[in-house]
């Protein structure tokens, strides 16, 4: 009986000890992985961002470009996710492309207003 009660006592220990190594060799940071965290969710919005925000007028679906154009730049930056281009042209046919694939532009809406929220941008 006592040889298996040192067995025991014996297990517990080396259980802490792992634990303390695990503990050493992982050690990370909690802000370095919020921040890396936060830079991940950021790309993802960009990527996700059709870059267009649909209001309803006279009963009607409308798709709006969010992209502006701050005053004495020639750059458009989305007011969602943040993205610049200079690139006028391709914003028009992003927004054509949103035009024509409705279903999928209110899938996408919906997916960047819950990345947005999380953000804190809306
Ligand atoms: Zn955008």
Not at 42 to 58: A, G, M, R, T, W
Not at 83 to 103: L, M, S
Not at 108 to 120: F, S
Request: charge should be positive; proline fraction near 3%.
């Amino acid at each position: 009986m006592v040889d298996m009660q040192w067995d025991w006592i014996g297990w517990v220990v080396a259980a802490i000890a792992t634990m303390f190594a695990i503990r050493g060799s992982i050690r990370f940071d909690i802000n370095e992985w919020l921040k890396d965290r936060r830079r991940r969710q950021e790309e993802q919005l960009e990527n996700l961002c059709p870059h267009i925000s649909v209001f309803k007028k006279d009963g009607k679906f409308v798709i709006r470009s969010t992209y502006i154009s701050p005053p004495g730049t020639e750059a458009w930056q989305c007011q969602m996710c943040g993205h610049v281009t200079y690139d006028g042209h391709a914003i028009e046919q992003g927004q054509r492309y949103w035009a024509e694939n409705p279903d999928e532009l209110m899938k996408r809406n919906k997916r960047i207003k819950k990345l947005a929220r999380k953000l804190g941008r809306i």
